[in-house]
């Protein structure tokens, strides 16, 4: 790490600041150039999930704990959103909804303390059967507290009253303004000493507190920011698309995604997610496209995911970025009398 | 010298198995006691219980006077008890200078902080220096030996500055060098004020940097001394070679 001339590690750096820069000017500037729904569409979609998936990594990358129950928070989330705007009700303007979002987010993250508390007294690979477990119990919940979700039947909200032709770009933009705040997040814990805690209760729990790194309260409540940003993304596509039906709201296949596009960028990386989602959502979306009807699509998308974990097992940015070290470590010789056993993960080094 | 460790009547069992039965021993403060005994005889278990990881069934342990038999190892390194790995626990994705900054400790505000303060890598680098690890400062945990793995669990601990360090097998797998390094680091820091019980294999290490010595067969304590006297104990070489 480098340090600043008194010897601290600094917040903001250049390359970050202009890496964020470039992120944003993208994000402002890319759907421009195309007009089509469709492609807005599908980059609503693919910023959603990078959301989604930077959130995700929050507890699954830099704290190890992963998670299969994102998905509970993500229909919460939605099933909240379509609970405060009925379908009955008219919206004078389009955006109370997005600006209801924090308070539906903080609700997921207050919802998700006592079962993380719970959750969490169990090691990584059960946690993750026990919230995959939570998922379920909250989709059959779903099915049948059919008051407040309106069952297998469905639930309606408030029509957004955008104008048709630019119809997705108010979605798309409150979903790069989630993406942004989560990418804040997760840029804020690898410069602080909240980075370190959570990397040393992935590499080793018990030694971690038996340094004084409190483990439980750090997991906790990284769980409950993770959820309550997965839960504002929901909150965004039950608006999205006006109508939500429980399989779709707490879909395994959401938390599947989420999960592979963090493994396929990089966990524990600030931009692995976001790499993750830019490949992943548009190959499948196109793939669907184009060779949708004979469902080949489905067997291209896992190709591509099988073949870039073969190549790059630990994920595309820590792969490299671990090249970069290793090549730079060995033009100035600093690796006589030390093993090269690679770290397990890209660290937290972006 | 004042106690600083009182362990009485410490058990634990696991299932039918007694491993610690009615354990009792003093560290003194300022000494490097040692505590052996032949493989299985309790001595790791009693770390355990000592340091929060594995709840005692029945007994006390006293540090400085107060009780923490039912605390946690994280509430107990914040008072000055800490300890070591039989095998070299070292957190792999973290460099070399931020597991030593890890395990300095602070308050909870301290984690919204930046990662690496003036004062932590002034710390760290005092440390580094010392166990000759500064040129490794930057590379992961992964990527050091063995030896060097040792060397950084062992500085780690010495972090929040502890009054209490418990050394489990510190010379387990190292070279002959490594052996004196460790010895030399024990006894200077020892010399500084910091109280050392080691779990240790190695009888010449222990004869040459211990004193008292607490004999541990089957879960109890069988004898307590200088290293001469415990040395002739016809129960420890009863323990020992069997019978």
Same mark, same amino acid.
């Given at each position: 790490m480098k340090l600043s001339k008194k010897g601290a590690s600094p917040f903001f750096t250049r390359s970050g600041l202009m890496r964020g820069g470039v992120l944003i000017a993208v994000l402002i500037v890319m759907p421009q150039l195309f007009p089509q729904h469709w492609i807005w569409n599908m980059m609503f979609f693919t910023v959603l999930y990078a959301a989604m998936s930077v959130a995700w990594n929050l507890i +699954? +990358?830099?704290? +190890?704990?992963?998670?299969? +129950?994102?998905a509970a928070f993500f229909g919460i989330g939605a099933y909240a959103t379509a609970s405060i705007f009925k379908s009955s009700e008219i919206l004078t303007n389009g955006w109370q909804p997005f600006f209801m979002l924090p308070l539906v987010g903080l609700g997921c993250a207050i919802l998700a303390l006592p079962i993380g508390y719970i959750a969490m007294r169990v090691r990584a690979n059960i946690f993750a059967i026990v919230t995959i477990t939570l998922l379920f119990v909250a989709q059959t919940l779903g099915y049948n507290l059919k008051s407040i979700t309106g069952g297998a039947q469905g639930a309606g909200l408030s029509v957004a009253p955008f104008h048709l032709d630019i119809f997705e770009q108010p979605f798309y933009f409150a979903a790069a303004t989630l993406l942004l705040f989560a990418m804040g997040i997760a840029y804020f814990i690898t410069k602080t000493k909240l980075g370190m805690a959570l990397t040393s209760i992935r590499a080793d729990e018990d030694k971690a507190r038996g340094v004084g790194v409190r483990t439980t309260g750090i997991k906790v409540i990284t769980f409950a920011v993770s959820v309550g940003i997965t839960g504002m993304a929901g909150g965004i596509w039950a608006y999205y698309l006006g109508f939500i039906y429980p399989q779709f709201a707490f879909d395994p296949l959401i938390t599947i995604a989420i999960v592979l596009m963090t493994f396929l960028g990089g966990r524990a990386t600030v931009w692995g997610p976001v790499l993750g989602a830019a490949i992943l959502m548009p190959a499948q979306q196109l793939l669907a496209y184009y060779v949708g009807g004979s469902q080949i699509y489905l067997i291209a998308y896992a190709a591509i995911f099988l073949l870039i974990m073969l190549l790059l097992p630990r994920g595309i940015l820590p792969t490299f970025l671990n090249k970069r070290r290793m090549d730079s470590m060995a033009t100035k010789g600093d690796l006589s009398g030390t093993s090269t056993t690679p770290v397990t993960t890209g660290g937290s080094k972006s | 010298m004042i106690e600083l460790l009182r362990v009485e009547n410490l058990t634990k069992k696991f299932g039918e198995l007694?491993?610690?039965?009615a354990c009792s021993f003093t560290v003194k403060e300022g000494s490097i006691t040692a505590l052996i005994g032949p493989n299985g005889s309790g001595k790791t278990t009693v770390f355990n219980l000592i340091t929060g990881y594995l709840p005692s069934d029945s007994g006390k342990v006293e540090f400085a006077g107060s009780s923490i038999r039912k605390q946690s190892p994280g509430s107990l390194y914040r008072k000055g008890l800490t300890r070591t790995f039989q095998q070299a626990r070292v957190f792999a994705d973290l460099t070399v200078q931020e597991n030593l900054v890890v395990a300095g400790g602070g308050k909870w505000t301290n984690l919204f902080g930046r990662r690496i303060t003036a004062e932590d890598q002034s710390r760290a680098a005092e440390l580094l220096d010392e166990f000759k690890l500064s040129h490794v400062a930057d590379l992961y945990a992964s990527e050091l030996s063995w030896g060097q793995r040792k060397l950084l669990e062992f500085a780690s601990v010495l972090m929040s500055k502890p009054r209490l360090v418990l050394l489990d097998e510190p010379t387990a797998g190292v070279n002959p060098i490594l052996i004196e390094t460790m010895a030399t680091h024990i006894r200077s820091y020892n010399a500084a004020g910091v109280t050392f019980l080691i779990v240790e294999h190695d009888m010449s290490f222990v004869m040459r940097v211990c004193d008292p010595v607490i004999v541990l067969d089957r879960g109890k304590t069988i004898a307590v001394g200088d290293p001469e006297t415990v040395q002739s104990d016809p129960r420890v070489l009863d323990a020992y070679l069997g019978d």
């Amino acid at each position: 790490m480098k340090l600043s001339k008194k010897g601290a590690s600094p917040f903001f750096t250049r390359s970050g600041l202009m890496r964020g820069g470039v992120l944003i000017a993208v994000l402002i500037v890319m759907p421009q150039l195309f007009p089509q729904h469709w492609i807005w569409n599908m980059m609503f979609f693919t910023v959603l999930y990078a959301a989604m998936s930077v959130a995700w990594n929050l507890i +699954g +990358g830099f704290a +190890g704990y992963p998670s299969l +129950g994102h998905a509970a928070f993500f229909g919460i989330g939605a099933y909240a959103t379509a609970s405060i705007f009925k379908s009955s009700e008219i919206l004078t303007n389009g955006w109370q909804p997005f600006f209801m979002l924090p308070l539906v987010g903080l609700g997921c993250a207050i919802l998700a303390l006592p079962i993380g508390y719970i959750a969490m007294r169990v090691r990584a690979n059960i946690f993750a059967i026990v919230t995959i477990t939570l998922l379920f119990v909250a989709q059959t919940l779903g099915y049948n507290l059919k008051s407040i979700t309106g069952g297998a039947q469905g639930a309606g909200l408030s029509v957004a009253p955008f104008h048709l032709d630019i119809f997705e770009q108010p979605f798309y933009f409150a979903a790069a303004t989630l993406l942004l705040f989560a990418m804040g997040i997760a840029y804020f814990i690898t410069k602080t000493k909240l980075g370190m805690a959570l990397t040393s209760i992935r590499a080793d729990e018990d030694k971690a507190r038996g340094v004084g790194v409190r483990t439980t309260g750090i997991k906790v409540i990284t769980f409950a920011v993770s959820v309550g940003i997965t839960g504002m993304a929901g909150g965004i596509w039950a608006y999205y698309l006006g109508f939500i039906y429980p399989q779709f709201a707490f879909d395994p296949l959401i938390t599947i995604a989420i999960v592979l596009m963090t493994f396929l960028g990089g966990r524990a990386t600030v931009w692995g997610p976001v790499l993750g989602a830019a490949i992943l959502m548009p190959a499948q979306q196109l793939l669907a496209y184009y060779v949708g009807g004979s469902q080949i699509y489905l067997i291209a998308y896992a190709a591509i995911f099988l073949l870039i974990m073969l190549l790059l097992p630990r994920g595309i940015l820590p792969t490299f970025l671990n090249k970069r070290r290793m090549d730079s470590m060995a033009t100035k010789g600093d690796l006589s009398g030390t093993s090269t056993t690679p770290v397990t993960t890209g660290g937290s080094k972006s | 010298m004042i106690e600083l460790l009182r362990v009485e009547n410490l058990t634990k069992k696991f299932g039918e198995l007694t491993a610690v039965d009615a354990c009792s021993f003093t560290v003194k403060e300022g000494s490097i006691t040692a505590l052996i005994g032949p493989n299985g005889s309790g001595k790791t278990t009693v770390f355990n219980l000592i340091t929060g990881y594995l709840p005692s069934d029945s007994g006390k342990v006293e540090f400085a006077g107060s009780s923490i038999r039912k605390q946690s190892p994280g509430s107990l390194y914040r008072k000055g008890l800490t300890r070591t790995f039989q095998q070299a626990r070292v957190f792999a994705d973290l460099t070399v200078q931020e597991n030593l900054v890890v395990a300095g400790g602070g308050k909870w505000t301290n984690l919204f902080g930046r990662r690496i303060t003036a004062e932590d890598q002034s710390r760290a680098a005092e440390l580094l220096d010392e166990f000759k690890l500064s040129h490794v400062a930057d590379l992961y945990a992964s990527e050091l030996s063995w030896g060097q793995r040792k060397l950084l669990e062992f500085a780690s601990v010495l972090m929040s500055k502890p009054r209490l360090v418990l050394l489990d097998e510190p010379t387990a797998g190292v070279n002959p060098i490594l052996i004196e390094t460790m010895a030399t680091h024990i006894r200077s820091y020892n010399a500084a004020g910091v109280t050392f019980l080691i779990v240790e294999h190695d009888m010449s290490f222990v004869m040459r940097v211990c004193d008292p010595v607490i004999v541990l067969d089957r879960g109890k304590t069988i004898a307590v001394g200088d290293p001469e006297t415990v040395q002739s104990d016809p129960r420890v070489l009863d323990a020992y070679l069997g019978d």
